[in-house]
């Protein structure tokens, strides 16, 4: 099984092991279609954020040979499916850090519309686990990728405030102090 983690670092790990993504484009490739994992990215979209104002000068050539250098560096062709419209990573979303911390957050919420204090305080902080640092941290400074980062770090905040209120509710007035010192 593939996992893709950009929380953080950029890291891919296949199987439990470790893969390593040539640096640069292949990686702010990987990192784009992780964001939107299953989904077909367009290629003019592709071309416009990871090439930005060289866009018009980048051939379609540039970037199907970051593709197959993803492919090669996934090991399995497969995982980065092509089609006349872009390219899409074929995994599940659960097997990308940012879309399971998502995923969590949406359950945080419905435990605590729910009244579930335990629950929420609990999802919160599995999709907390999750952040190895800042988002995307690692894979480029290219403007497409400032409102994914803001993004998640809204996330990041929404789930410290309800995981710090569930706790509150569920009394646990001295562990709430403590983090709120901390932060």
Sequence with gaps: MLTVAILGPVEVHRDGERVTVPAGKTTELLARLALVAGTTVRTERLLEDLWAEDAVGTGRNTLQSKVSQLRRALGDPQLVIGSTDGYSLAVEASAIDAL???RLADEAVAFRIADDASNTARAC??????????GLYDASDAEWLAPHRAQLDGLRLRLVEERLAALMELGATGEVIGELEEL
Excluded: C, D, N
Aim: hydrophobic share 70%.
């Design 100 to 102: 399971e911390v998502a």
């Design 125 to 134: 902080a599995a999709a907390l686990a999750l952040f190895r640092g800042e």
